[in-house]
């Protein structure tokens, strides 16, 4: 995972995204499927704003065990479903190894969450697979950590590795949910070949600090961003406080693509 032996950047590629520093990769979508008229509806605004890749989580890692812990099998078909509707590839989280064969039938890029990055056995598990890998920094991961994590994928043979900053916990989390480590996306891009993507959604947990870290984040050099959408964040299964409302959505996406432009 280190460019000592790996100068070139790594481009990964899906069937309807090219994921590089030469683009901007917009991957968006609600945080969870909650049933299959919303993420229809979803896919279709994440689509307007230009995302290739539409997200949705169907196996939910909850802080509490009593919250909403997604439709498994039956939301990773309706995901599959509005993507391929709208012409675009699919990211969802996988939480277990057992469950890599069944995400695999319906996904185009594996999403390890933050509290799975150090679950070794299922990085080695997406290791083994061909499917390109989203990683997220763990909530308190070093740099070194994630790299390391990074490696358990690369050493099975694949190094279809996306890596995502996601927000770190730091000592004042009064006014945001986690503090975006902004020169993290840069200190990765010297360290490793792999495309470096920014989660704002869920580093501030705050829909209105979305598009400023959007833009933070693009400035600092990501490759792309993944956001989270809902038409009604205020009755949103999970990650409503942190969720884009369709027009800001599509005001965050036209900044970001402006910014990326003077990049
Ligand atoms: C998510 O993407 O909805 C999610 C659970 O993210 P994280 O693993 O970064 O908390
Ligand atoms: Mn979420």
Known sequence: SSRLFHPEDIVIKTPHAHISSDSLTIMAGPCSVENRDHIFKMAAVAKQGGATVLRGGAFKPRTSPYSFQGLGEEGLKYLRAAADQNGMDVITEVMDDEHVPLVAEYTDIFQIGARNMQNFSLLKEVGKTKIPV??????????????NAAEYIAAGGNQQIMLIERGIRTFDSKYTRNTFDVAAIPVLQQLTPYPIIADPSHAVGRWDLVTPMAAAGIAAGAAGLIVEIHDDPEHAFSDGPQALKPATYLAMTRQAQAIHQLM
């Open 134 to 147: 989203a990683l997220k920094r763990g909530m308190s991961a070093t740099i070194d950590d994630l790299l």
